[in-house]
């Protein structure tokens, strides 16, 4: 792994709900290096847009608590942050957001040249870099670098774009804005949650493959969130799987597949479509999160499983310098780790 951007570290979200207290993430580690792109995988409901929003600090005030954990990016805790800094200096400019619904994320009744005009208003790398730029000269310089991103996102007709209202564009040329647009103010890790999920396949296999070429080319991270493991194999370097709010191992995208170690990791491998068994689920269901199971969270649907998973939630162990896994019964053991 390149040197570390982001380290979540024993994070615990619950959610208040009539039904009592969902513990939604329960002590989640996950540790991101600069320029890396990971991919955070899992069942529906496991915690992924929870960890996500998370670190972009924008959890529901009147239902989310945060009850422990850190979360320490470039230097600084996130959580220990005030908001309003927070805000100014971090989220949209160094770490940006693409939504899985590009389309919301638009006004509807602006254009999206006058929307992006004002992001780059606050946003602008150059207030940054350059300070004593008139508003005038930065805006024109913002508006070209637009112009030259709009271009490598391939939208044809950048200047017409920016014209246009978002209903007058594709969803696959929303998708492809919301990529220029996390990119614009030059972030140094970038959260994309499921951002291909609302396209046809065609379209996500080309807005995945722009979003890796930019991420690389500037040495951006990405936090990748999806249920498609096929995607995470395209785009990631390392993937976290997670299983009911607690991340159970963190791998290179060869050892995930090729060693996987936790016996959920397995299983969801087992699960993807193939010739032979066509689809197969996971036998069992997921564990409600206002009270879930004791130690390990995946026991009760763990053939390994003994006391030891019920008791006591396992350690992080490391199998190599970018792979750890939490397993009380793991299918490889450090010493058989490539
Ligand atoms: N605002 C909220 N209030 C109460 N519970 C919530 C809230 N947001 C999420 N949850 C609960 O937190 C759990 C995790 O949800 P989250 O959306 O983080 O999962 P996910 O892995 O991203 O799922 P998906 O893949 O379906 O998007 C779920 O049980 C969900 O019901």
């Given at each position: 792994?390149?040197?570390?951007?982001?380290?979540?570290?024993?994070?615990?979200?619950?959610?208040?709900?009539?039904a009592?207290?969902?513990?939604?993430?329960?002590?989640?580690?996950l540790?991101?290096?600069r320029?890396?792109?990971?991919?955070?995988?899992?069942?529906?409901?496991?915690?992924k847009?929870?960890?996500?929003?998370?670190?972009?600090?924008?959890?529901?005030?009147?239902?989310?608590?945060?009850?422990?954990?850190?979360?320490?990016?470039?230097?600084?805790d996130?959580?220990?942050?005030?908001?309003?800094?927070?805000?100014?200096?971090?989220?949209?400019?160094?770490?940006?957001?693409?939504?899985?619904?590009?389309?919301?994320?638009?006004?509807?009744?602006?254009?999206?040249?006058?929307?992006?005009?004002?992001?780059?208003?606050?946003?602008?790398?150059?207030?940054?870099?350059?300070?004593?730029?008139?508003?005038?000269?930065?805006?024109?310089?913002?508006?070209?670098?637009?112009?030259?991103?709009l271009?490598?996102?391939?939208?044809?007709?950048?200047?017409?774009?920016?014209?246009?209202?978002?209903?007058?564009?594709?969803?696959?040329?929303?998708?492809?804005?919301?990529?220029?647009?996390?990119?614009?103010?030059?972030?140094?890790?970038?959260?994309?949650?499921?951002?291909?999920?609302?396209?046809?396949?065609?379209?996500?296999?080309?807005?995945?493959?722009?979003?890796?070429?930019?991420?690389?080319?500037?040495?951006?991270?990405?936090?990748?969130?999806?249920?498609?493991?096929?995607?995470?194999?395209?785009?990631?370097?390392?993937?976290?799987?997670?299983?009911?709010?607690q991340?159970?191992?963190?791998?290179p995208?060869?050892?995930?597949?090729?060693?996987?170690?936790?016996?959920y990791?397995?299983?969801?491998?087992?699960?993807?479509?193939?010739?032979?068994?066509?689809?197969?689920g996971?036998?069992?269901?997921?564990?409600?999160?206002?009270?879930?199971?004791?130690?390990?969270?995946?026991?009760?649907?763990?053939?390994?499983?003994?006391?030891?998973?019920?008791?006591?939630?396992?350690?992080?162990?490391?199998?190599?310098?970018?792979?750890?896994?939490?397993?009380?019964?793991?299918?490889?053991?450090?010493?058989?780790?490539?």
């Open positions: 792994m390149e040197s570390e951007l982001i380290a979540v570290r024993n994070l615990r979200v619950s959610f208040a709900s009539d009592g207290l969902a513990r939604v993430l329960d002590g989640v580690d540790t991101i290096g320029g890396e792109i990971m991919g955070l995988v899992g069942e529906s409901g496991c915690g847009t929870t960890l996500a929003r998370a670190i972009l600090g924008i959890l529901p005030g009147n239902s989310a608590r945060i009850e422990a954990g850190s979360i320490r990016f470039d230097g600084r996130l959580l220990a942050m005030d908001q309003d800094r927070l805000a100014r200096e971090v989220r949209g400019k160094e770490i940006a957001y693409i939504p899985q619904d590009p389309f919301t994320a638009f006004n509807p009744v602006f254009t999206i040249g006058t929307q992006i005009d004002d992001l780059m208003r606050y946003k602008s790398p150059l207030l940054r870099s350059a300070p004593q730029m008139s508003r005038r000269e930065r805006s024109r310089a913002d508006r070209a670098r637009v112009l030259d991103l271009r490598l996102v391939q939208l044809p007709d950048p200047e017409g774009v920016l014209r246009k209202y978002p209903h007058e564009v594709s969803g696959g040329q929303r998708q492809r804005l919301m990529i220029a647009m996390a990119l614009l103010p030059e972030p140094k890790l970038v959260i994309a949650d499921e951002p291909t999920t609302a396209l046809d396949v065609t379209v996500q296999a080309q807005i995945l493959k722009i979003l890796k070429q930019l991420a690389r080319e500037r040495g951006v991270a990405v936090l990748f969130t999806t249920h498609d493991l096929g995607t995470a194999y395209e785009i990631c370097d390392r993937i976290t799987v997670m299983y009911a709010g991340e159970v191992e963190e791998a995208v060869a050892s995930f597949f090729a060693q996987p170690s936790h016996p990791t397995r299983k969801l491998l087992d699960s993807l479509p193939s010739s032979e068994n066509g689809i197969r996971i036998a069992g269901e997921i564990p409600r999160l206002i009270d879930p199971p004791s130690g390990c969270r995946f026991h009760p649907r763990c053939e390994r499983a003994s006391e030891a998973c019920r008791g006591t939630r396992p350690p992080r162990d490391a199998l190599g310098p970018a792979h750890t896994v939490r397993c009380h019964h793991p299918l490889i053991a450090a010493e058989q780790a490539a």
